[in-house]
C-alpha cells in the first residue's frame, strides 16, 4: 500500500495532504533526503449511515415480517404512559380473533411480559440493561424465540423513553407513539423528532383527562401541528374508550393474508 | 444518551475504512447531521471520545457538518427549506406538512487519514 511506503500512486480515492505527520511513517518512505515529505494523506467521502448495521438488520427484519405477512408496530412512549395496559387489554379483546405476539423492552425485570403472559399469545421479555432503547438485533433474536406460527400482528413495546428510539429502525411496518394525558399537551412540541416518525399517535389514560385538567383539544392541535402525517386516536385502557378505532385501525393495515 | 450506541457504530466504521484503506491514525471525520436527526452535537462528541479512545481515530477532529431540514408541500408542491422549530408551515399555501425530503441524515460524510 502507497500510505506504507509513502509513493503516493494511484489509489481507488481522493488524496489530500495533510499537516499532520503520523510518526513511524518516515521510517519507510523511500526518499531519505531532508525534510522528509510528509506522508500521503487519504480523504475518503463517504455516505455511510451511523447506524448502518441497525439499519441492514432492521430491512432484514421488515422482510422476514412481510414473509410472514405480519404486521410489526413499535409502541414508543415516556415511561408509564400506558404501553404495556394497552396491549394487554387489546390481547384480550383484538387478540382473541386475530393471533398476537409481544416482544417488550425494558431496563431491567420481566414484569412486563409476566404481565402480558396469555396463553393465546406469545410473549418475550428484552431486557437491555443499560440501553434506553431497542434495537434491530435484540428484536430479530427475541421475535425468533417466539412460536410466530399464525401471528397477524407483533407488538414491540419500546423500552420507555421518548428521545432514543427515534433513531433505531426496528423493521417496524408502523410507528406508535403514545402521549398521555399525565404528561401535559406540550410533549409533542418538547420532543417532535419521535412524533415525526409517528404513523399513529396514541392519546392514552382520557378517563383521567378531566380530573387532571388535561385539554384534549390542545393536546390535538399540538400532534396536528407536528404530525400532521399521524393518525390519532383518543384511548384509554381503562374505560376502553377509542379501542374500537384502535383496532379497527389495526385491522386495516394488516398485510392481505 | 442513544448518542453513545450511534458513535459505538459509526465507529467501527471508520476503523474498517481505516483498515481498508490501510491507515494508521484517523486525523478528522465529518458527519453530516439533520437537523431533525434527533442527536445532540454535543453528546455525539462526548461520546466520541470516549469510543475511539485507544482505537486508530483516538484524538481525531470530529467535525459536523448540519444539514437543513428540506419539505415538501402535498398540497401545493412546492418544496421549502424550513428555517427553525418542529412545525413544517408552507410558505406559499400556509399548509401543515410532513413530507420531510432532507433532514434526518445521520451518516458518515468524510474521513482524513494517514
Ligand atoms: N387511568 C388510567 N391509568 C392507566 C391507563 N393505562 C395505564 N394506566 C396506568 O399507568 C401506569 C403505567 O402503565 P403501564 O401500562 O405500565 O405503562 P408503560 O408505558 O408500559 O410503562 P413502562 O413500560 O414502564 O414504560 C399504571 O399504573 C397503569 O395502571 C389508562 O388508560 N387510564
Ligand atoms: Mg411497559
Ligand atoms: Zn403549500
Known amino acids: ?257 | 444518551m442513544h448518542e453513545l450506541g450511534i458513535m459505538e457504530s459509526a465507529m467501527s466504521t471508520v476503523l474498517a475504512q481505516a483498515r481498508e484503506h490501510g491507515a494508521r491514525q484517523v486525523h478528522r471525520i465529518v458527519l453530516r447531521i439533520g437537523a431533525l436527526a434527533g442527536v445532540e452535537p454535543q453528546a455525539l462528541r462526548f461520546a466520541f471520545e470516549i469510543v475511539s479512545r485507544g482505537t486508530p481515530a483516538d484524538g481525531a477532529e470530529l467535525a459536523v457538518e448540519n444539514v437543513p431540514a428540506r419539505v415538501h408541500c402535498a398540497d401545493c408542491a412546492a418544496d421549502f427549506d424550513v428555517a427553525g422549530g418542529f412545525v413544517f408551515t408552507c410558505p406559499r399555501c400556509r399548509a401543515l406538512c410532513a413530507d420531510l425530503r432532507q433532514g434526518r441524515e445521520l451518516e458518515l460524510a468524510r474521513i482524513e487519514m494517514t
Not at chain 1, 153 to 168: K, S
Request: proline fraction near 7%.
Open chain 1, 1 to 257: 500500500m502507497c500510505v506504507e511506503c509513502g509513493c503516493g500512486t494511484a489509489v481507488p480515492f481522493g488524496i489530500k495532504v495533510l499537516s499532520v505527520l503520523a510518526p513511524g511513517l518516515l521510517r519507510a518512505t523511500s526518499a531519505p533526503a531532508a525534510p522528509a515529505p510528509e506522508p500521503p494523506a487519504k480523504a475518503v467521502d463517504l455516505r455511510i449511515p451511523l447506524l448502518a448495521k441497525n439499519d441492514r438488520q432492521a430491512a432484514q427484519n421488515r422482510a422476514e415480517f412481510a414473509r410472514r405477512r405480519m404486521l410489526a408496530l413499535n409502541l414508543v412512549s415516556s415511561p408509564g404512559a400506558g404501553k404495556t395496559t394497552l396491549l394487554g387489554r387489546t390481547l384480550d379483546e383484538f387478540g382473541l380473533t386475530t393471533r398476537c405476539a409481544v416482544v417488550v423492552g425494558d431496563l431491567e425485570t420481566d414484569n412486563d411480559a409476566r404481565r402480558l403472559a396469555r396463553s393465546h399469545a406469545p410473549v418475550a421479555q428484552i431486557t437491555t440493561g443499560t440501553a434506553c432503547h431497542l434495537d434491530a438485533e435484540m428484536v430479530a433474536k427475541s421475535a425468533g424465540a417466539l412460536d410466530l406460527a399464525g401471528v397477524r400482528v407483533l407488538f414491540i413495546e419500546n423500552v420507555g423513553n421518548l428521545v432514543c428510539p427515534a433513531e433505531f429502525d426496528l423493521g417496524e411496518t408502523l410507528r406508535v407513539v403514545l402521549l398521555s394525558t399525565t404528561e401535559g399537551e406540550e410533549k409533542p412540541l418538547k420532543y417532535p423528532p419521535i412524533f415525526k416518525t409517528a404513523h399513529i399517535v396514541l392519546m392514552t389514560k382520557v378517563d383521567v383527562a378531566d380530573a387532571l385538567g388535561f385539554d384534549r383539544k390542545l393536546a390535538a392541535e399540538n400532534v396536528r401541528r407536528i404530525a400532521p402525517q399521524a393518525k390519532l386516536i383518543e384511548v384509554s385502557a381503562r374505560s376502553g374508550e377509542g379501542l374500537a378505532d384502535w383496532y379497527e385501525v389495526l385491522r386495516a393495515a394488516l398485510p392481505p393474508a
